[in-house]
């Protein structure tokens, strides 16, 4: 029996046979690596819920930024998720992290509410540490999977994925309401368990699967992005009314589910797509039963040259020696190829590309963490601080899921290098940052969608900067080896500036109002110069990432005016051309398991029939 008549069939063996297709094929993939990065940016909402770390367990303003530090860093350092990554399938990688998500939030969860007696300041540190880690685990796993699934349309499964968890913030504050009201210690909880779980319900959908050239696929990522961009939409608009309106607990719960409903919406693209190469694919095998018999009689001068090519590859595969990721340490290949771990870690140009994150991201990730702080120091509503987190989470979603496409579109039809893109949008940074250390009477407004922007932005770019420069053979790895700038620069700005900066003042406002502050008292300080100083650092030091970032345009401008996806497209025709033509006679079986197992398509977009 044929592939064809095999792969049908009508009723309930049909039926089921077409859904188990549809999980297992790659956009269901994608869909769960969706679905994971929609609930896993906890660390972006850490404004909602720090007030309550603050005053149930009496920290100061410099305390809670260390915490906060730490949570950067949990987030960010995702070596040891990286380093796993390369030797184990990714579910592993996210089993890790799933655990170590409902441990770590768990935790802080039953400190605040005084369910565990009150830990110490490095026990916090670390359950803070171990939750915001989790995420580094699900990135890696769902991230970089899919990059690798889809090489040659990175920067949309970049902008895509690292956007959902950008809006994740916006989503996770609609279920936390929807669920618990405004019981603001109870969202520690939902971010507890809800990220865990979903990770753990597709641990082995999320997998490295063989790289497969489909004409339409950036055609597919684009209606992924509609429907984000209509659920950031609808999220936007949705927050405007809540600010306005008081929502009872039915308002709340009919919102949570109309962002249910977007988020699984993508499953009718998937059933689709996958039922248009589930019939293309019986076409080719029919085509191909066909055309067997003629490579059958022609076998005897197909097989003669590709047989002794083969051999001598295997032979001078043989006489090289595999290089290890100690050897040519400071002698990389070109741009573009694959780096070794060391060879990318002491490249130039991921040291320049290390300081204009450290400080792009720094600053933009201190503004974050104490958007409510500078929000009541500055007089604004207690409701408006709900709306400041929630205008970041969406901007921070455009920033990555804009960033990742536009540039792709520009840098195909136009040659424009993603570095100067980076470099664009850290100059833009620095300008919410003087926005917020100027208090402009409602310029936090702006500010956040400013800010929120560009650290999306910059998160897309970075990473797709460092899979072009530095190759994907490493990049779970690499892509984690950026990110450790992020937290590097949060100490700097957040912690050791910032932090001090704020409680100099709240002391000095004490002083003069002669209060004394009690022991286990929280430092508060009132007015525009609590962040003022501290910010005006912030924005010098943005400036300097983006001189920073000016070099490595400069440096990497030759490259980005060649073609960066040439190999990727070869390598999908080598294989395919394989699999097509053959290396000597295939048998009926082969021929039709080939055909249903890949769909080609050549250089401009032409479907290729086996």
């Excluded at 305390?63 to 730490?70: I, K, M, R």
């Excluded at 803070?128 to 990135?139: E, K």
């Excluded at 083969?310 to 002698?331: H, L, T």
Aim: charged letters at 15%.
């Amino acid at each position: 029996m044929s592939v064809a008549e095999g792969s049908g069939g009508g009723g309930w063996k049909g039926l089921k046979s077409s859904g188990l297709r549809v999980i297992l094929g790659r956009w269901f993939m994608v869909f769960a690596s969706l679905l994971i990065m929609s609930v896993s940016g906890s660390t972006y909402i850490f404004g909602l819920y720090s007030n309550d770390i603050k005053t149930s367990l009496g920290y100061d303003q410099t305390t809670l930024n260390l915490l906060s530090f730490f949570k950067d860093m949990g987030g960010n350092l995702g070596i040891f998720s990286g380093l796993i990554n390369e030797i184990t399938p990714p579910w592993v990688v996210l089993l890790i992290g799933a655990i170590m998500n409902l441990f770590g939030y768990l935790m802080i969860w039953l400190s605040v509410t005084g369910r565990i007696a009150e830990p110490r300041v490095w026990q916090m540190c670390m359950y803070i540490f171990i939750g915001a880690n989790s995420q580094s685990f699900a990135n890696t796993g769902a991230l970089v999977t899919c990059v690798k699934n889809f090489p040659e349309s990175r920067g949309s499964v970049i902008g895509l994925l690292k956007g959902l968890v950008g809006l994740s913030g916006a989503i996770m504050t609609q279920l936390y309401h929807a669920l618990y009201g405004n019981n603001s210690a109870a969202l520690i909880l939902l971010i507890a368990w809800v990220p865990a779980a979903v990770s753990f319900v597709f641990l082995r959908t999320v997998r490295i699967m063989k790289t497969v050239r489909q004409s339409n696929e950036l055609n597919v990522f684009y209606k992924f992005l509609y429907i984000s961009l209509g659920l950031a939409g609808f999220l936007m608009v949705l927050i405007i009314i809540q600010n306005r309106l008081r929502f009872s607990r039915i308002a709340y719960i009919g919102s949570a589910c109309v962002v249910l409903v977007f988020l699984f919406l993508p499953v009718a693209i998937i059933i689709r797509e996958e039922l248009k190469l589930l019939k293309r694919k019986e076409e080719d095998v029919v085509k191909l039963n066909d055309d067997v018999k003629v490579v059958t009689e022609n076998s005897s001068v197909l097989i003669e040259q590709p047989l002794a090519s083969a051999a001598e590859a295997s032979a001078s595969y043989k006489k090289r020696k595999p290089d290890s990721c100690m050897s040519n340490i400071f002698n990389p290949p070109d741009r573009g190829e694959d780096y070794t771990i060391f060879q990318a870690l002491f490249s130039i140009d991921m040291i320049i590309l290390f300081v204009a994150v450290t400080f792009g991201l720094g600053g933009t990730l201190t503004a974050i963490d104490n958007l409510g702080q500078i929000g009541k120091s500055q007089g604004y509503p207690t409701d408006s601080l709900t709306t400041f987190v929630s205008l970041v989470s969406i901007w921070n979603y455009l920033g990555r899921a804009l960033s990742g496409f536009v540039s792709e579109i520009l840098l195909v039809k136009y040659k424009f290098p993603r570095p100067l893109m980076l470099t664009l949008v850290l100059l833009f940074c620095s300008i919410g940052h003087i926005l917020i250390a100027f208090a402009v009477p409602n310029s936090l407004y702006f500010a956040s969608v400013i800010i929120g922007f560009c650290f999306g932005a910059q998160w897309s770019l970075v990473f797709a900067i460092i899979s072009e420069i530095f190759g994907l053979k490493y990049y779970s790895t690499l892509y984690n080896l950026g990110a450790v700038a992020s937290p590097i620069g949060s100490y700097i700005l957040n912690v050791r500036v910032a932090g001090r900066l704020y409680d100099k003042e709240a002391v000095k406002q004490m002083r003069t109002l002669g209060v004394t502050r009690k022991a286990g008292q929280a430092l508060t300080c009132t007015g525009a110069h609590c962040y003022q100083m501290a910010f005006i650092i912030i924005t010098g030091t943005t400036l300097f990432g983006f001189l920073a970032s000016i070099v490595l345009v400069l440096r990497t401008r030759k490259f980005y005016k060649g073609d960066i996806y040439k190999k990727f497209r070869e390598e999908a025709e080598t294989q395919t051309g394989s699999n097509a033509n053959g290396v000597g006679p295939l048998k009926e079986s082969e021929a039709g398991a080939n055909a249903a197992s890949f769909t080609t398509a050549d250089t401009s977009g032409n479907n290729v029939k086996p």
